[in-house]
């Protein structure tokens, strides 16, 4: 078993490699299409390594009290960049070319290994079973105040709790 942040850096840099594959081969102007093929199916296999252990990571590095945020924060982010996305590639291929986009992804990529590498493994300590009994209700300690209800259930949705754990900025 690998920790969960080897995984993520080595997945980030090996989607790096796949993205300046990509991006030498769209800017030389020899990419065929079965390339395409091949470099599609390896960035799914890439994000089916990497999203897990993303979505987890974000309870390794965050605290029981920040783990709610980091989770909606990473929602925000990834359905940002769905929006966002496309448009901004449609804008750089028509500006430098259809290379452009995958040159930019693999920089992303690079600035995500290192940013990942400078994350600290350091949290917060648990509640502990004694600090759990000094709790007024059970419904306290678990987050269910009356001003996180509302919040707790919409991070029982499917949609919001199958995101990606990391805050990305591929």
Known sequence: RYSRRSV????TAAAGVQASVLAALALAGVIVMWQVYVLALLGGIIQSITQPARQAFVYDITTDETLVNATAMNSIVQNVARIAGPPLAGAMIGVWGVGAPFAFIAFTKVLAVVLTLRISGAKAPKLSFHDLSDAAEPA???????KAKFTEGLYQSETVMTRPALIKVM
């Open 8 to 11: 993520i850096v080595w997945s």
């Open 140 to 146: 306290e300690v678990a987050g269910f105040t009356p």
